[in-house]
């Protein structure tokens, strides 16, 4: 999941990004809100989490201009204080959480991770793919009852696979949801990922879940056999 974290205040940032990372989400920083426009403009992010008091354009007017362009990306906002006017102005610019100013990291994560389950339809906490489980809060996957140990990064890319089963999942849409704007799209990282999961992932077992379709892209899913790689 790629989030968008609007924050000038660089340390603030930089922790933020660091501890969102740690819990495999792919972060891209922006420090004002017209930077922040533009970077939602270009990337389709599954959350922003957007400071108040912001150079160039505040987060409310971000927030407004968001919706004015149809963006339905949940909004998590920051404010610095514990006003109700904040609080209601950051609701009615079509804000969808908001947590005030110092708060608990465990707290943002909670709010974070409650947001990605909204999406287009409620995600249940268990997501579920024949006899593979991923719990999103302890980020435990289990294949068949048997705990399956995968990096950060590897988590990512299953946690997103899985959210769209069934579906074709293509390159673009991993760059997209799972790295961040480092992410050099001349790389062969995704197929190196691609491979590692399916190792730890199907290896052993009859039904493969992690399926290629040639020159489309992936899909996982529990369904009859596509075309194998
Ligand atoms: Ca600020």
């Not at 100013?101 to 909204?118: G, I, M, Q, S, T």
């Not at 302890?138 to 990064?153: E, F």
């Not at 390159?171 to 992410?183: K, M, S, Y």
């Amino acid at each position: 999941m790629r989030i968008l974290l609007v924050e000038d205040e660089q340390h603030a940032a930089q922790m933020l990004a660091k501890g969102l990372r740690d819990q495999t989400y792919a972060v891209d920083v922006a420090a004002d809100g017209e930077a922040a426009l533009y970077q939602a403009g270009m990337n389709d992010y599954d959350l922003i989490i957007l400071d108040v008091m912001l150079p160039l354009k505040d987060g409310f007017t971000v927030c407004r201009e968001l919706r004015a362009a149809a963006s339905a990306v949940p909004v998590l906002m920051l404010t610095a204080r514990d006003a109700v006017q904040d609080r209601i102005t950051g609701l009615d610019t079509g804000a969808d959480d908001y947590l005030v100013k110092p708060f608990d990291f465990h707290e943002l994560l909670a709010r974070v991770r409650a947001l990605l389950r909204r999406g287009p339809v409620l995600q249940p906490v268990q997501l579920k793919v024949a006899d593979l489980t991923l719990e999103t809060r302890s980020r435990l996957v289990r294949r068949g009852g048997k705990p399956i140990d995968l990096t950060a990064k590897e988590y990512a890319l299953l946690e997103y696979l899985i959210r769209r089963a069934d579906e074709v999942v293509t390159r673009a849409d991993i760059a997209e949801h799972v790295w961040d704007e480092t992410f050099d799209p001349f790389s062969n990282l995704i197929e190196v990922y691609i491979q590692r999961l399916r190792r730890k992932v199907d290896e052993g077992y009859a039904r493969k879940l992690i399926r290629t379709l040639r020159g489309e892209g992936y899909r996982l899913t529990a369904g009859e056999e596509d075309e194998l790689a």
